[in-house]
């Protein structure tokens, strides 16, 4: 595919040519470095019990939605790589909403 010299092509095999992934990968470090430095590590919060517990609590859980025991309609959001759970107050965020995060209504999660 022709490329000018100021951007980037999407070739067929979806890989990119042109310097603006150079520039995104630097972005990219620089902003992992940001949120690493930001970061409090505390290698003992939890021991190995407390985490045994966590893990039994998730499981229950995922056996309870699976089960309809959530009645509110947006408390599971599921995808095919992930679901997640809402409780209390749930919120809309992601690229496919970007720049429109909302809270959502009450009564909307469990």
Do not use: W
């Amino acid at each position: 595919p022709p490329m000018n010299a100021d951007k980037h092509v999407i070739t067929p095999d979806g890989s990119a040519q042109g310097p603006a992934p150079i520039i995104t990968g630097l972005k990219a470090k620089i902003e992992h470095a940001k949120i690493a430095e930001s970061l409090m590590f505390f290698p003992d919060f939890l021991d190995e019990s407390s985490c045994q517990i966590c893990e039994m609590m998730i499981d229950e859980l995922l056996v309870a939605a699976k089960m309809g025991h959530f009645t509110c309609p947006r408390t599971v959001d599921a995808s095919a790589k992930r679901h997640k759970y809402f409780f209390g107050y749930g919120y809309t965020y992601g690229k496919s909403k970007e720049g429109t995060n909302e809270l959502l209504p009450e009564g909307s999660v469990d």
